[in-house]
């Protein structure tokens, strides 16, 4: 072969790559990972409400239990700089009995906060910091999810878990469509904060979140009795403690 030719064919064989590699850049797809941050959006202006039912069982209430039923409404507020330098978001929270308008009522505020550096969701709930979500978003994912606090105080009584004190949160699903009252979401994910149970103590804790929602439901026992030896199944033996449970019942992303 002369140079000539030579020249020629390698010519032809590097068009051919090129037009190899240009064809395979078409047909490769960009890879953007849902990291799942969606189920936790946090967006100023956006509202939900919930429909909230609460069972309190005390020696402070007449035949020691106490039935509670209201509206709950949570609106993203402000952003701001929190106490560790991060971009943090107000929640602000308005709690009804009647049909009181929403404007009328002082909230209380809570706030929420997307730690980049261990990729979580916190929240703040009073004076207590939960990490609600860990990310990336997977099945059987784990992470202490009360690890700012060593066990819930209510009414003056320490109701740890049955274990220990820090709750285990993990995902039981992921992606799975779920309807709550009225609404269906496409994708939800549950995460189970705490379920487990001995002679004296009952807690069991879940919460599920909707993609582009939020949080849609939630349900909580934290039960605690005096009587070791009492053969009735919880909470009909429970001397303190509360159940509290939580359905979405309107929103705006």
Known sequence: MTDKNMKNYSIYILIALLSILAACKVGVEEYNPD??????PMQQGAWIEYAVDST?????VDN???LHSGELREVYGETFTDNLGRTAITVARYWRTDNTPWTNITPTIWYAVFNKDSSTIERM???RRFIKL?????????WLGNSYFYAFDYDGI???SCDSDEWNYSYTSVGVPATVGVFSFAETLTVQQQDCENNIHRTYSTETYAKGV?????????LEANDSSDPRSWPDKADRGHVVTMRVIGYQE
């Open 35 to 40: 990291y799942g941050h969606d189920y936790f």
């Open 56 to 60: 309190i069982y005390s020696a402070f």
């Open 64 to 66: 020691g239990v106490a």
């Open 125 to 127: 709930e009073g004076d």
């Open 134 to 142: 860990a990310f990336p978003v997977r099945q059987n994912k784990t």
């Open 158 to 160: 320490s109701l740890p």
């Open 214 to 222: 939020g949080l849609i439901s939630l349900e909580q026992w934290v």
